[in-house]
């Protein structure tokens, strides 16, 4: 049987997940460790946003444990499929969380303060392609950034980093 | 921790801007996947932005990334400037400590010079990994003596001069090379004088009129060793690879010709792929592919490309070498090679693992059925215990070699079938057919995914 945490959302719901799944991330595994987690393990991510993070760890623990199971049985051409399906995957994690960029930035926060350094790249790699090669009205449009520069300052900075800036 | 969006959309309030919130450190990271040039422009977006850039600590300079690139051939003087000075002011700007990864993509460079500062640049803030495709630059010695460098990638045509130690770049795990029509200093040298190198990736593009090149790899730590040939033109020209690695875990070689491979020492669990095209055929010569074949058979581990197979079928027809060390064999196999598979098989007396994966472009031949043996191949009735056949369509020839494994694999544990598309129906259909094959182990399991 397989060892199972309690984890508590900040709103108070509680998930059942495996000590596999879990101890990717870092803070809980420390918490594991230091024997701090006994009971509920308390953490300050919203149930919603803690949803989403199980289902990343989960899909990543699949595939770690099939490839431990069966070391060089067949491995390449599994793995080779098994990364296609990894990918698609991934692209529907990424196409949700393009589409609504609250639940992109909660899972950002989240992966940070849970220590997840796979997550967090993951979703640094998302929002660095949704910037690549976007005008700058694009970008703060995209994100709600304000400029608060005057034109002068705007001009300054254009002059100072020249290439930057063409096209 | 987090905020969430519930009533903040009501009507038109302003949204609010939840990426500026974020840390440096996050920001940092999300620039750091992006070219410098757009990771520099993030300054203008506002004051928050103005100088997050300059704690980036990878750096990945491409001069295509403008417009002037794609209107001429080549930069301007004038372009090629200003890409120049904008990689000098960001490495005079930035403030990381330490750098983690420069790359630098350059059609042309006025300044050779400018190179070497770079690099001086980078290595003084010990950089971790380097990734150059440049044009025909030769690359400074303080990058072949530096201590911080653990990954390289060259994709360019470079000179370089071997320190006169013999040892050059000291802490590289891995390189990665792509060459153009390589020089014999460099493919005689280079690859056997990094020291503490794991994985090494060649990638060679040669033109038919190019000398004989040799390459030569002798390195006791090498764990994985990529080679990929490309040759230009209708001739093919030589090229001979000599190979001592005895700790080496994975080698795969693409290469049209497999002129002419030395392969020493292997451990005996290194996995061995091939995967070479027909369109090279007519310059095989069969006593340097057995010579090969022997080299590379001493393994555990064959994984051959259905091109392979056909390759070496044409070549070799009945000549096949036997492998008495494989004990798992791949293999994607054509059309042509599937009615033979129980033919191949006899080369592999003490095989246990079985895999291997329908190749039909043709599938016509197949009305010829499956070859069957006067006798059933030794391994096996007395080795194999595994097989595994992967994108299963349910088709006839599929399930004469399924029926034909099962009779006879007296030592069977599992026969694996991984399903292609297909509907629920058709699986369950054949799921059934296959539980009910006879088998000639009491004790083996079927698994239908």
């Known amino acids: ?167 | 921790m987090d905020r969430e969006s519930s009533g903040r959309k009501v009507g038109n309030e302003v949204k609010e801007d939840r990426i500026s919130g974020l840390s440096d450190s996050i920001l940092c990271h999300i620039l750091s996947f992006l070219p410098t040039k757009y990771a520099v422009a993030t300054s203008i977006l506002s004051s928050r932005w103005k100088l997050v850039w300059t704690s980036i600590a990878n750096f990945d300079f491409d001069d295509r990334l403008c417009l002037e690139y794609s209107r001429t051939e080549d930069l301007t003087n004038d372009a090629s400037t200003k890409f120049e000075n904008f990689v000098n002011r960001v490495l005079v700007l930035s403030n990381s400590v330490n750098i983690n990864k420069f790359t630098l993509t350059c059609c042309k460079l006025r300044y050779p010079a400018c190179l070497n500062s770079w690099l001086f640049t980078a290595i003084m803030r010990n950089v971790r990994e380097i990734q150059l495709d440049l044009y025909d630059v030769e690359l400074p010695e303080c990058l072949c003596t530096c201590k911080t460098l653990e990954v390289l990638s060259l994709r360019s045509i470079f000179v370089i001069k071997i320190p006169s130690s013999g040892m050059c770049f000291p802490s590289v795990k891995i390189l990665f090379v792509e060459l153009l029509s390589p020089k014999n200093s460099v493919t005689e040298k280079l690859f056997s004088s990094c020291p503490v190198l794991e994985e090494l990736t060649i990638i060679a593009h040669f033109d038919c009129h190019d000398p004989v090149t040799n390459f030569l790899i002798l390195s006791s730590t090498l764990k994985t060793l990529t080679i990929g040939i490309n040759v230009q033109g209708s001739i093919y020209n030589r090229h001979n690879f000599m190979i001592s690695a005895p700790n080496l875990k994975c080698l795969y070689i693409q290469d049209d010709t497999l002129l002419s491979y030395t392969v020493d020492e292997l451990h005996p669990s290194c996995e061995v792929m091939i995967d070479i095209f027909r369109k090279g055929l007519e310059y095989f010569s069969t006593p340097n592919i057995q010579q090969f074949l022997r080299g590379v058979g001493k393994t555990k581990i064959l994984d051959l490309s259905a091109n392979t197979m056909m390759a070496l079928e044409i070549i070799l027809t009945k000549d096949w070498p036997t492998f008495p060390s494989v004990t798992l064999l791949e293999v994607d196999v054509g059309s042509s090679l599937w009615r033979l598979l129980l033919v191949l098989l006899d080369r592999f007396p003490n095989l246990e693992v079985f895999i291997f994966q329908k190749e039909l472009r043709e599938p016509a031949i197949l009305e010829h059925g499956l070859y069957r043996p006067l006798c059933v191949p030794s391994c096996l009735l007395s080795n194999v215990k595994n097989i595994e056949m992967c994108k299963f369509t349910g088709e006839k020839e599929e399930l004469d070699l399924i029926e034909y494994c099962l009779k006879n694999g007296e030592v069977l544990e599992t026969m694996r079938v991984v399903s292609g598309k297909m509907t629920l129906q058709k699986k369950l259909k054949l799921c059934q057919k296959l539980l009910s094959l006879e088998r000639g182990s009491k004790t083996c399991k079927i698994e239908f995914l």
Request: charged content about 35%; proline content about 3%.
């Open chain 1, 1 to 167: 049987m397989a060892i199972m945490y309690a984890l508590k959302s900040s709103d108070n719901e509680i998930f059942e997940v495996e000590q596999k799944v879990i101890e990717q991330s870092e803070t809980i595994k420390k918490m594991i460790e230091d024997g701090a987690a006994t009971g509920e393990i308390p953490l300050q991510v919203s149930s919603k946003t803690l949803a989403k993070v199980l289902e990343w760890c989960k899909q990543r623990q699949h595939k770690t444990v099939e490839n431990e199971n069966d070391d060089n049985k067949g491995k390449r051409k599994k793995e080779r499929d098994e990364d296609d399906d990894i990918k698609e995957w991934e692209n529907k994690f990424s196409d949700e969380l393009k589409a609504d960029k609250d639940v992109l930035f909660d899972l950002l926060l989240a992966s940070n303060y849970l220590d997840l350094p796979a997550l967090l790249s993951f979703l640094c790699q998302l929002v660095a392609d949704m910037v690549a090669g976007k005008m700058p009205e694009e970008i703060r449009r995209m994100f709600n950034i304000e400029n608060d520069f005057t034109p002068e300052e705007e001009k300054a900075i254009t002059a100072e980093h020249g290439w930057a800036f063409q096209p």
